[in-house]
């Protein structure tokens, strides 16, 4: 019923700049705490940004100053702004809604 359809990854160079999507589908996510998860080859699945309703935002301090998570929940999306990619951003990223719904992941490759 609930679907997170994640879009906009692909392969940047280092110091390029990409902004991911978060669709949802079958919920209304305007009262949802909502999050940007990665995971890179070998680590863990780590919180990269969060934001609740009315649009209060926090980062992971690796990327502070260089992410920026938005929503509009009137097109029950959100995004992912990300300047200043580095190598250490590859990952997959995931969107996430509350705390059980996940979306499949976009491929996020910087190359150096």
């Known amino acids: 019923q609930v679907q997170l359809v994640e879009s906009g990854g692909g392969l940047v160079q280092a110091g390029g700049s990409l902004r991911l999507s978060c669709a949802a589908s079958?919920?209304?996510?305007?009262?949802?705490?909502m999050a940007w998860y990665r995971q890179a080859p070998g680590k863990q699945r780590e919180l990269v940004a969060v934001?609740?309703?009315?649009?209060?935002?926090d980062y992971a301090d690796s990327v502070k100053g260089r992410f920026t998570i938005s929503r509009d929940d009137a097109k029950n999306t959100v995004y992912l702004q990300m300047y200043s990619l580095k190598p250490e951003d590859t990952a997959v990223y995931y969107c996430?809604?509350?705390?059980?719904?996940w979306g499949q992941g976009t491929q996020v490759t910087v190359s150096s």
């Open positions: 996430k809604r509350g705390f059980n719904s």
């Open positions: 079958g919920t209304d996510i305007s009262v949802n705490v």
């Open positions: 934001i609740i309703p009315g649009g209060k935002a």
